[in-house]
C-alpha cells in the first residue's frame, strides 16, 4: 500500500509542479508521470508501457474523432460569423448579457466537445460588452461557469461519456443534469449579473451569419447523439464520432469556400493539442488501475470517511492537483473501477460525485482559472469570487444530489 501511495502522491506532485509552475504542455507530462508512477509502484516495465499505451488509445478511441469533429465547428462558426448570430439570437430570450454569457456558454461546450473553446470564441464577444468594464469581466465568469456545468454533467461531452466508458453503464442522466446545471447557472447568474447593463457596442454590429448556419451545426449532432441513444446496442463510442462529424460537415458546408480550408486547418491544430491532453490522460490513469492503487486507495480513504464519499473525495483531491476535469474523471474512474464501490454505490450516485470533484477546486493549478483572470483583466481575488466560489458550490450542490439519490434507493 505504502509503494503505490507515495508513487501516486510523488507523480501528482511532479504533475502539478510541471505544468502550474514550468508551465510544460499536459501530454508530455502526463505521459511521463505514467512511466514513472509505474516504476515507482514496483510494475515491470513492459506493463508499464503496455498500460500506458493502452489507457492512451483507449481515450482517443472514445473521444479523438469527436474532439475533432467539436473542434471544426468551433471553427467554422467563428470564421462564418456564426457565433455573433447565436449571441444576438440569445438576446430574443433576454436582455440582460448576463444570460447571454452564461447561456451561450452552457449551449456550446458540448457540441464542442470542450469547456474553454466556446470561451474562447465568445470572449471577444462579450469582453467590454458591458457598460462597466469591471461587471463585464464578470460576464467572462458566468461564460466560464455556464461552459463547465454542463461540460461535466451532461453526456456526451467528455467528462460523462468518459464515466460510461469505463464502467460501462449508462444511468441515463441528462433528464437530471441537464434541468440542474441550468438551475445552477440561473442562480449564479442571478447572484453574480445583477446590474450588468448593455453597453453602447453591444445594441449595434453585425447579426454574423444566417440563423441557419449558426444552429444546424450545433442541434444536429445533438439530434443523432438523442436518437443513437434511443437505439439499442448503440453506445457512446459508437454515436459520438458519426454526430460531430455530421455537425463538422455541416458547419464547414455553411461557411464560404474560402474560409473552409484556414477554419480545418485551425481546427485541426486544436483539437490535437486537446486529444493529446486526452490521452496523456488515460495513459496515466491506465497505469494507475494496472497497479493496486485502486484498492489500496479505496481501502485508506474508507478509513477515515464513509466509503459513499469516497468517488467525492479521491475526484477532488485530484482536481485540485493537476486542474484538468477530464483528467480527474478518467484518473478517479480508473481507480474507482477497481475497487468493491462500483457494487456498493449506484451508477448514477456514483457518476455524479466524480463530476462533482471536478468543479469543487479551481483555482491555482487550474488552467481555466487563469485564462478567465487575465482575459476578464481580474484580480486573482476577484476570479476566486466569480469563477471559483460558485463552480465550488455547484459541486457541493452536486453532491448532495448524488447522497439523496443514494438515500433514496434505499428506502
Not at 505544468?19 to 505521459?31: G, M, N, R, S
Not at 478511441?61 to 460569423?81: D, E, N, P, Q
Not at 468518459?162 to 441550468?182: A, K, M, R, Y
Request: aromatic fraction near 8%.
Amino acid at each position: 500500500m505504502v509503494e503505490t501511495l507515495s508513487a501516486f502522491l510523488i507523480c501528482i506532485l511532479a504533475v502539478t509542479v510541471a505544468t502550474a509552475y514550468f508551465k510544460i504542455p499536459p501530454f508530455p507530462v502526463l505521459f511521463g508521470a505514467a512511466i514513472i508512477y509505474g516504476i515507482l509502484a514496483g510494475l515491470p516495465p513492459a506493463m508499464v508501457i503496455d498500460a500506458a499505451s493502452a489507457g492512451a488509445g483507449r481515450i482517443f478511441v472514445i473521444l479523438g474523432v469527436a474532439v475533432w469533429g467539436g473542434s471544426i465547428i468551433a471553427f467554422s462558426l467563428v470564421k462564418g460569423g456564426g457565433i455573433e448570430r447565436i449571441r444576438s439570437d440569445l438576446a430574443i430570450i433576454s436582455q440582460r448579457p448576463a444570460v447571454h454569457a452564461g447561456l451561450a456558454g452552457w449551449l456550446l461546450a458540448v457540441p464542442f466537445m470542450c469547456a474553454i473553446t466556446p470561451f474562447l470564441v465568445l470572449a471577444p464577444l462579450m469582453k467590454g460588452r458591458g457598460a462597466d468594464p469591471k461587471r463585464a469581466g464578470v460576464l467572462l465568469s458566468l461564460i466560464a461557469c455556464g461552459s463547465v456545468l454542463s461540460f461535466v454533467l451532461i453526456a456526451p461531452a467528455p467528462v460523462m461519456v468518459t464515466l460510461i466508458e469505463v464502467f460501462s453503464t449508462d444511468p441515463g442522466l441528462n433528464t437530471l443534469t441537464i434541468p440542474l446545471s441550468l438551475i445552477l447557472l440561473l442562480l449564479m447568474i442571478v447572484l453574480f449579473g445583477r446590474g450588468i447593463r448593455l453597453g453602447e457596442r453591444q445594441e449595434g454590429g453585425e447579426r454574423g451569419s444566417g440563423r441557419a448556419a449558426a444552429w444546424v451545426p450545433l442541434i444536429l449532432p445533438i439530434a443523432i447523439i438523442v436518437i443513437g441513444f434511443l437505439l439499442p446496442g448503440v453506445g457512446a463510442k459508437t454515436i459520438l464520432p458519426v454526430a460531430l462529424l455530421a455537425g463538422a460537415a455541416v458547419a464547414i458546408f455553411f461557411i464560404a469556400r474560402t474560409l473552409r480550408k484556414e477554419a480545418v486547418s485551425e481546427g485541426t491544430k486544436h483539437a490535437g493539442m486537446i486529444i493529446f491532453d486526452l490521452c496523456g490522460a488515460g495513459a496515466l490513469g491506465g497505469v494507475i488501475a494496472a497497479s493496486s492503487f485502486p484498492a489500496d486507495a479505496a481501502g485508506l480513504l474508507g478509513m477515515i470517511i464513509p466509503l459513499a464519499a469516497v468517488p467525492f473525495i479521491l475526484a477532488c483531491f485530484i482536481q485540485t492537483a493537476q486542474g484538468s476535469r477530464v483528467v480527474t474523471a478518467v484518473i478517479t474512474a480508473d481507480i474507482i473501477a477497481g475497487t468493491t464501490i462500483p457494487d456498493l454505490i449506484p451508477a448514477s450516485s456514483l457518476f455524479l460525485m466524480i463530476a462533482a470533484g471536478t468543479m469543487v477546486i479551481s483555482y491555482a493549478s487550474d488552467p481555466f482559472f487563469w485564462l478567465v483572470n487575465r482575459t476578464a483583466g481580474q484580480s486573482v481575488l476577484e476570479t476566486v469570487k466569480t469563477f471559483t466560489i460558485p463552480l465550488a458550490a455547484a459541486g457541493c450542490v452536486v453532491f448532495l444530489v448524488a447522497v439523496l439519490l443514494i438515500g433514496w434507493g434505499l428506502r
